[in-house]
């Protein structure tokens, strides 16, 4: 069982930058591949990044690469997602999910595990 916690969510202006956090329990954190999607009032829910268990690998959305980074702290239990020249269409709620398998966070909207989600919005 993984509990995963969002934070680090909040208002910003468009250009700003944000920092979420995702800490996970369990002490089986470094076995799962990590993934941050987001889901905009009246769309569907897409994929944004993800990494694999190692932080060996990471993938982005084509619409977040070059601004966006992910990383994670095994030592920590917590993968962040580093937001950089925001813009309002990156307003969403960004959730972290966890998975054994890397390829289905990146090619599906599943996952094992869920956090409750951060609000992100960005203002123009």
């Known amino acids: 069982q993984v509990q995963l916690v969002e934070s680090g969510g909040g208002l910003v202006q468009a250009g700003g930058s944000l920092r979420l956090s995702c800490a996970a329990s369990?002490?089986?954190?470094?076995?799962?591949?990590m993934g941050w999607f987001r889901q905009a009032p009246g769309k569907e829910r897409e994929f944004v990044a993800a990494?694999?268990?190692?932080?060996?690998?990471?993938y982005y959305n084509d619409s977040v690469k070059g601004r966006f980074t992910i990383s994670r702290d095994n030592a920590k239990n917590t993968v962040y997602l580093q937001m950089n020249s925001l813009k309002p269409d990156d307003t969403a709620v960004y959730y972290c999910?966890?998975?054994?398998?890397?390829?289905?966070?990146?090619?599906?909207?599943?996952?094992?595990?869920w956090g409750q989600g951060t609000q992100v919005t960005v203002s123009s």
């Open positions: 369990g002490r089986t954190f470094s076995s799962y591949a």
């Open positions: 999910a966890a998975d054994r398998r890397t390829i289905v966070l990146v090619t599906t909207t599943s996952g094992e595990y």
């Open positions: 990494i694999s268990w190692s932080g060996g690998s990471t």
